[in-house]
């Protein structure tokens, strides 16, 4: 699985954009971009994944450039609910890889009101 | 609909005692993970289930043994604990291989060995 590098930690106003950016330079063709975050002692959250196309759900949006070397998670109006530790992990679906998800220590995400 | 269940929340065990972890999941899942998450570090994978009957090392399976006991559970046991297996234990689950799902992870067991 391709290497992800992601800040170690952000700001965000309460009710404003929060975009957080990852580079995954050596990304494959048949390998997705995840996200998942992670709240103060709970388990992860799934939140989107992607190829090649920017992906929208009801938690969030996902920007793929057209290099897919790097991505950014965009929560359209943070919420002080959003303060969490986000993960961007880059895997495949071949072989042995099938099953496995490795995390980084991610990216802490602070919404200040 | 409780996705993913683990037990217990907390435990405290001495050095050379053994104890299981269960894990259960209620959404059909085939494939089942164990993770375990310590301070600063992301979440390493310790063993997991591809499907029912088959079960694999990940990264740092040494100490522990797993058994898939069916589709819905999986189990972690530490047959001697030492104190570098203080850690929080995050069990998933997964319905497939393919790219439309995502892993859904229970609320953890924190263990303290002493």
């Known amino acids: 699985d391709a290497k992800t590098t992601q800040p170690p930690s952000m700001d965000c106003a309460e009710g404003r954009a929060a975009n957080l950016p990852c580079n995954h330079s050596t990304i494959s063709g048949n390998e997705y971009v995840y996200w998942y975050r992670q709240i103060h002692s709970q388990g992860p959250q799934y939140i989107i994944h992607g190829l090649k196309n920017n992906e929208t759900n009801e938690m969030a949006s996902l920007i793929i450039t057209e290099d897919r070397k790097s991505s950014t998670l965009i929560l359209p109006h943070a919420t002080l609910r959003d303060t969490a530790v986000y993960y961007c992990?880059?895997?495949?679906?071949?072989?042995?890889?099938?099953?496995?998800?490795?995390f980084g220590k991610g990216t802490l995400l602070t919404v200040n009101p | 609909n409780a996705g993913v269940t683990q037990t217990p929340k907390f435990q405290v065990l001495k050095t050379g005692q053994s104890m299981t972890l269960q894990c259960a999941q209620d959404?059909?899942?085939?494939?089942m993970y164990w993770y375990r998450q310590d301070p600063g570090m992301g979440l390493r994978l310790i063993y997991y289930?591809?499907?029912?009957?088959?079960?694999d090392k990940g990264e740092v399976p040494n100490g522990y043994n797993v058994s898939r006991l069916n589709k819905r559970e999986f189990s972690l046991r530490l047959e001697s604990a030492a104190p570098s297996q203080t850690s929080v234990y995050f069990c998933?689950?997964?319905?497939?291989?393919?790219?439309?799902?995502?892993?859904?992870f229970g609320s953890g067991t924190r263990l303290t060995v002493v």
């Open positions: 998933a689950s997964k319905q497939g291989g393919g790219a439309s799902y995502g892993y859904t």
């Open positions: 289930s591809a499907s029912e009957g088959t079960t």
């Open positions: 992990i880059v895997r495949g679906y071949s072989g042995g890889s099938n099953y496995k998800l490795t």
């Open positions: 959404m059909n899942h085939n494939s």
